[in-house]
C-alpha cells in the first residue's frame, strides 16, 4: 500500500525556518513527481510546489518563490521542503501528494491534485 508521510512542522517564529519531509512507504518515491499543498483555516488547499520524477524540474508558486526550495533525498526515500523566511501567511497544515507513476517526469505542476496525499503537519508561524 502506498503511503505518505508528511513531519518536520511546528511552532515558529516569524523568518525563521523549517525543514518538512514527506516520506514514502510501500514504494520508491524517485518514480514519482511530488507537489506540495498547503491549507490554511477557512481557505482553500492549495498548490505551492512540485518536482518532477526525474527530480530535474521544479516550480514554485509565487508567494513562496525565492523562499521555499524543493529537493529530494533518494537516500531516505523522501522529498524535502526547505521553508525560509517563514511569515504568519505561511500558516497552514502542509501536505505532500505523489502523482500517479511516469506522469510528469521532466516536468511538474502544483496546479492539479495528486493521487496519493499524506495526512499533513501543522506549520504556525507567529510570534
Known amino acids: 500500500q502506498l503511503q505518505l508521510v508528511e513531519s518536520g512542522g511546528g511552532l515558529v517564529q516569524p523568518g525563521e525556518s523549517l525543514r518538512l519531509s514527506c516520506a514514502a512507504s510501500?514504494?520508491?518515491?524517485?518514480?514519482?513527481?511530488i507537489g506540495w499543498f498547503r491549507q490554511a483555516q477557512g481557505k482553500e488547499r492549495e498548490g505551492i510546489s512540485c518536482?518532477?520524477?526525474?527530480?530535474?524540474?521544479?516550480d514554485y508558486e509565487n508567494s513562496v518563490k525565492g523562499r521555499f526550495t524543493i529537493s529530494r533525498d533518494n537516500y531516505e526515500n523522501a522529498v524535502v521542503l526547505q521553508m525560509s523566511s517563514l511569515n504568519p501567511a505561511d500558516t497552514a497544515v502542509y501536505y505532500c501528494?505523489?502523482?500517479?507513476?511516469?506522469?510528469?517526469?521532466?516536468?511538474?505542476?502544483?496546479?492539479?491534485?495528486?493521487?496519493?496525499w499524506g495526512r499533513g503537519t501543522q506549520v504556525t508561524v507567529s510570534s
Open positions: 518536482i518532477s520524477g526525474s527530480g530535474a524540474s521544479r
Open positions: 510501500g514504494f520508491t518515491l524517485d518514480d514519482y513527481a
Open positions: 501528494t505523489a502523482y500517479p507513476r511516469g506522469a510528469f517526469k521532466t516536468t511538474c505542476t502544483y496546479r492539479t491534485s495528486g493521487r496519493y
